[in-house]
């Protein structure tokens, strides 16, 4: 729910509390800034996009790589341009988490492929799920992973295949346009927008023009690394962590229309987005958007990859100079000042049954750390049109939900569902706990996450199934120190890395972050000195420490606290 109120600390330039981020050190160096006519290339990447706009790489997938096979693809495509498409390589079996770092990319690279497929919003129809479970069972080995970004991810694709997928995909509207690359990514969105009770206005009509004018398009399609949207009414797309979002909030003047934040993202210097205090209508969403996009594109730092994200620019700037350059030089007109939308008490992840605003329900399920198959998948579809529902949507949480179901067939969904391995009402580990892919297929990982914290799940089900905590307790495990299982903003956050055990052996582990969390008081988890586990370990470790939390926490008090 989002209501209004005054001005908060957000629309202050970044805090010490809100992220790690470093101001930019003055020195005469370009940093690839395109408006200030540093255009030469800095770095690799930045050649290879200006060698040519990476979208252009779809025709020789079509017309080359996919008939000669994997050895024909040169480098520049394989590994940089393939992204513009959702397609990474994957990470070769075999490879342990210390030879990561010293491999070289051609060591790592398996012959197959990770695809990313974009599903804007997140919501699918059936006929969309049943293609892409088809898509995962006959070329993806059946693998299908629900992202934190609401996209579905499968694994082993064969280059040879790629043509017929994005065929199938399109054919019901979907694709892996820009599914990753230095582009704006996938549009995260309210997975019950158009269906909540409490929304006053449906920010749908706003992502699909986005994605219908700018997606794919060559004009936004060199940014300097990814770029983050988050647009719903509800807090419900972790909008403090995109580089841009747009937020329900009620104006006092003008009515219902979308708070405005900026620069926020996780990785190696966390920073939580800062308002801009603006209030922007729906019908302005599309275009407000663009002129970030542009900031991002010709003011954004190009030198360095890992400053090249949007929250560097935001620390350096403020948010005073970031809205100055956004009306002077992008919109050229003056933006309506407006109240901050306000943060849930905690994150939403519409688990459980919930009425909508037409009186029917959507219940929200929870498989474990987002892995589903593309049987699975399927198997959804079928249920969901046995029991006459509408949609599945996915959602940030790695959640899956079931739309438009009547009040007397949600028993029968849940039962269909729950058969599937997919919890209406999961334990809080199962519900609670969060996972990146790992180095089952990644090729930056340095530990497993997928399995590791399905273990982990299972076993505090049950050495934990006597306890209770006065809030629920979030984990988020990473395979590396990149965060795209967020471990910045869970209460326990671990971050893959080679630890040593007790007798010295140099094993998988994670390093430890405590107290993170999103919502109203938003906090980043704090690292503290040596505070490694090793992966056989994890378990009698967070057993202690919920222990630990739940028997000197008092009534309400969050692990945070
Ligand atoms: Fe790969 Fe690291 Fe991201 Fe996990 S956090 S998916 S290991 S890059």
């Not at 959507?362 to 249920?383: E, H, I, K, M």
Request: net charge negative; proline share 5%; charged share 25%.
């Amino acid at each position: 729910m989002t209501t209004t109120t005054s001005d908060s600390a957000r629309s202050e330039a970044p805090t010490a509390r809100s992220g790690g981020v470093r101001t930019r050190r003055e020195d005469n160096r370009s940093n690839g800034q395109w408006a200030l006519g540093q255009r030469e290339p800095l770095n690799h990447n930045e050649e290879f996009k200006q060698v040519e706009d990476p979208l252009a790489v779809r025709t020789r997938i079509e017309e080359v790589y996919a008939r000669e096979g994997f050895d024909a693809i040169p480098g520049d495509d394989l590994r940089g341009r393939f992204r513009w498409w959702g397609l990474y390589t994957q990470r070769r079996p075999g490879i342990d988490g210390g030879q990561t770092a010293t491999l070289a990319p051609e060591e790592l690279d398996d012959r197959y492929f990770m695809m990313r497929i974009r599903i804007d919003g997140g919501q699918v129809s059936t006929e969309q799920l049943r293609v892409i479970a088809g898509v995962s069972q006959e070329f993806g080995r059946n693998t299908a992973d629900i992202t934190d970004r609401q996209n579905i991810q499968l694994h082993w694709v064969d280059v040879a295949d790629v043509p017929e997928i994005w065929r199938r995909l399109e054919s019901v509207g979907l694709s892996t346009t820009e599914a990753c690359g230095d582009v704006p990514r996938v549009i995260l969105g309210s997975p019950v927008a158009g269906l909540a009770k409490d929304e006053v206005i449906d920010p749908t009509p706003a992502i699909e023009a986005i994605k219908r004018e700018y997606i794919g398009n060559p004009e936004i399609s060199n940014l300097p690394r990814k770029f983050k949207t988050a647009i719903s009414w509800q807090w419900d797309c972790v909008p403090e962590i995109n580089d841009v979002s747009f937020v329900g909030v009620e104006h006092p003047e003008h009515g219902p229309g979308f708070d405005l934040l900026v620069g926020g993202g996780l990785s190696t210097s966390a920073q939580f987005a800062v308002r801009l205090g603006a209030w922007v209508p729906l019908e302005e969403i599309p275009e407000v958007w663009l002129g970030v996009v542009k900031i991002f594109r010709d003011y954004g730092y190009r030198r360095l990859r890992n400053r090249a994200r949007l929250k560097y620019l935001v620390a350096d700037w403020g948010a005073e100079k970031v809205r100055q350059v956004l009306e002077d030089e992008y919109l050229h007109r003056k933006l309506v000042d407006g109240p901050a939308a306000i943060a849930p008490d905690d994150i939403v992840d519409h688990v459980g049954v919930h009425e909508q605003a037409n009186g029917l329900r959507y219940v929200g399920f929870s498989p474990t750390v987002g892995r589903v198959s593309g049987d699975t998948l399927a198997a959804v579809a079928d249920a969901v049109d046995v029991v006459g529902a509408g949609k599945v949507a996915f959602t940030p949480l790695q959640k899956l939900i079931v739309t438009d179901v009547a009040p007397d067939r949600v028993d029968d969904l849940v039962d269909r569902l729950g058969a599937l391995g997919l919890q209406a009402s999961p334990s809080t580990w199962r519900r609670n706990t969060m996972a990146c892919t790992g180095i089952e297929f990644c090729k930056l990982a340095i530990v497993d996450t997928k399995q590791r914290a399905t273990d982990l799940v299972a076993e505090l089900e049950d050495r934990l199934a006597d306890i209770s905590t006065p809030h629920p307790v979030t984990i988020n495990v990473n395979g590396c120190a990149n965060s795209c299982a967020r471990i910045q903003v869970a209460d326990i956050g671990l971050k893959g890395q080679i630890v040593t055990d007790d007798d010295g052996e140099r094993v998988p582990g994670y390093q430890v972050q405590l107290g993170g969390h999103m919502g109203n008081t938003p906090e980043l988890g704090r690292k503290l000195r040596g505070h490694k586990v090793t992966a056989a370990g994890l378990g009698d470790y967070v057993v202690r420490v919920v222990s630990h939390y739940a028997e000197s926490a008092e009534a309400g008090e969050t692990f945070a606290s």
